[in-house]
């Protein structure tokens, strides 16, 4: 009960941090499960949260789970168009929101957003916001609630117990929002069983955690990554887990440094896109740090390069720590691919081995599977294991065609993959029309979907190109009329555009004006042409 489950390091390197035991924790969790109930949410409800990185983000899925409310949880990125479709999806009457959160130097306003998703969601019932930033929001009686408040409300009661609620393995925990090859985002199903026992067993067994370590993933919780290694797997193993509220560069390129040295962190796991990003800045922000108490390195989202991995290894492992490459995926609910914490031997590029239990398959484009080694194909998983999908909500028959359809019997991740005369494998990256871009998935026909809302816009497509930090980087060809002549402005426009529609993740780096695209006879546009 006493020993730290959550530690909280605020964006502002100035503002106190914030420690819950799990006692605390488990305090705060019935207290809010209280207040969910109180407000009308009961088993089965799905439970929209869109807020910045506080520990009450936690604390709201963790009192979702406690009585059998779904949550799916919204990134603090993502556009008032992109969260209206999410809810009409998941049919979320309920949402949790912050009135506005901190990103480095940005302020950013949750609440306002949430307001102008609701305009095309009428259904709602309530909306339950906590104080973060003090910006003035508008409140509408009847629908908005002060967090604070509701608390209170629990408190006066004299804080009532909340017994968890009784689940089925099989019953859905969460719903997650993922980007496909067609413009509409999959709700990706995971269930309260396998997916709890395949996040505690992978978190346990590749970082090796060992009973007091503390554990820092860096991922944003809107993320898989931020539910799976922040929050499920740390926690089923008593793990101390760290949530920061910041980004990496500010106020200083060193303030995972500066994190890992206070809070004494054993294990960091972060993204290749913030490594190559600190890259950038050298390793004068590094060498002020000792990083003594780091055991184990892990990297998340996409293949990490060889130069990254070196810089890592180096640098911030000083030589001396593991470093785990991990692939899995949203729909994969955990790591599949991933060396064991200094027992598998490590290749740069390269990660590894399946987890005990996972069995993955290579095939060529007919479904033949591909023996031996030294053979690149497509990786498809051939047997189940814990924590796979069950479902896209709302739409099982998407389920089916996107992930077990393509080949028989076989569960395709739509990732190329190589393996090397050693038997270890290395992801060649996506097959489909699917960007990495900074580790999260971005669709190309949801982007092109954007762009073409933009008046004038004729025709669009969407590829991916090498990228010095985010790894790809998006490429628009846009075909386009009647701009006011200024091609500069007109780029400005589709950004905006694509900005309202998806959010600023999904932002072209470069739009190119063409006067017409290279396309089959059947009119399919050839995008590998375009690349």
């Not at 102008?116 to 629908?143: H, N, Y």
């Amino acid at each position: 009960g006493n020993k730290p489950a959550i530690i909280w390091e605020p964006n502002d390197p100035e503002e106190h941090h914030r420690v819950l035991t799990y006692r605390d924790l488990h305090q705060k969790v019935v207290q809010f499960a209280n207040v969910l109930k109180n407000n009308g949410v009961q088993k089965g409800d799905r439970v929209c949260i869109y807020m910045g990185m506080v520990p009450e983000l936690a604390i709201a899925m963790l009192a979702c789970a406690r009585i059998g409310a779904v949550h799916s949880v919204i990134f603090g990125g993502f556009s008032a168009r992109s969260i209206a479709d999410r809810l009409h999806d998941a049919q979320a009457a309920f949402i949790i929101t912050c009135d506005g959160g901190y990103r480095g130097k940005k302020e950013i306003t949750l609440k306002a957003v949430i307001d102008d998703a609701l305009e095309q969601c009428r259904f709602v019932k309530k909306v339950i916001v906590l104080t973060r930033t003090r910006t003035p929001v508008s409140m509408i009686k009847g629908r908005d609630v002060w967090w604070e408040d509701e608390i209170k409300k629990v408190e006066t009661m004299g804080n009532p117990d909340c017994p968890a609620e009784e689940m089925d393995a099989e019953d859905p925990l969460f719903i997650l929002y993922t980007s496909g090859s067609t413009g509409k985002p999959k709700g990706v199903v995971h269930t309260c069983g396998g997916y709890m026992v395949y996040t505690a067993y992978s978190f346990v067994n590749v970082f090796q955690y060992e009973p007091g370590d503390v554990h820092f993933c860096t991922a944003d919780i809107g993320w898989i990554t931020g539910h799976s290694y922040i929050l499920y797997g740390p926690l089923a193993a008593g793990a101390t887990s760290l949530i920061f509220e910041g980004v990496p560069t500010w106020p200083d390129a060193g303030r995972f440094w500066d994190i890992v040295d206070k809070y004494q962190v054993n294990i960091l796991y972060t993204a290749p896109t913030a490594i190559r990003s600190l890259m950038h800045y050298g390793t004068e922000p590094v060498s002020k740090h000792s990083l003594e108490s780091l055991k184990v390195l892990g990297s998340v989202g996409e293949p990490i390069n060889e130069e990254a991995w070196h810089w890592y290894a180096k640098h911030i492992g000083k030589g001396r720590c593991p470093v785990v490459d991990t692939w899995w995926q949203t729909e994969t609910g955990g790591i599949m691919i991933s060396g064991l914490a200094g027992i598998t031997p490590a290749k740069p590029g390269y990660a590894t081995l399946p987890l005990p239990g996972v069995q993955p398959v290579l095939v060529d484009e007919h479904g033949e599977e591909l023996e031996g080694d030294d053979v690149s194909g497509n990786l498809c998983i051939r047997f189940p294991w814990p924590g796979m999908i069950r479902t896209t909500y709302g739409d099982h028959e998407r389920c089916r065609t996107t992930y077990f359809a393509t080949y028989e019997n076989l569960y395709f991740t739509g990732d190329g993959c190589y393996r090397d005369p050693d038997g270890l494998y290395r992801i060649t990256g996506r097959v489909d029309d699917v960007l990495n871009v900074s580790g999260h998935r971005i669709g190309t026909a949801e982007v092109e979907n954007a762009i073409n809302m933009h008046a004038g816009v004729i025709e669009s497509a969407v590829v991916g190109y090498p990228h010095d930090v985010k790894g790809q980087g998006i490429y628009a060809y846009v075909i386009h009329e009647g701009h006011h002549g200024d091609d500069e402005l007109t780029r400005q426009d589709i950004l905006q555009t694509v900005t309202r529609l998806i959010g600023a993740i999904a932002k072209p780096d470069k739009i190119q004006f063409v006067s017409d695209l290279p396309k089959t006879r059947s009119g399919k546009i050839m995008r590998r042409i375009l690349r």
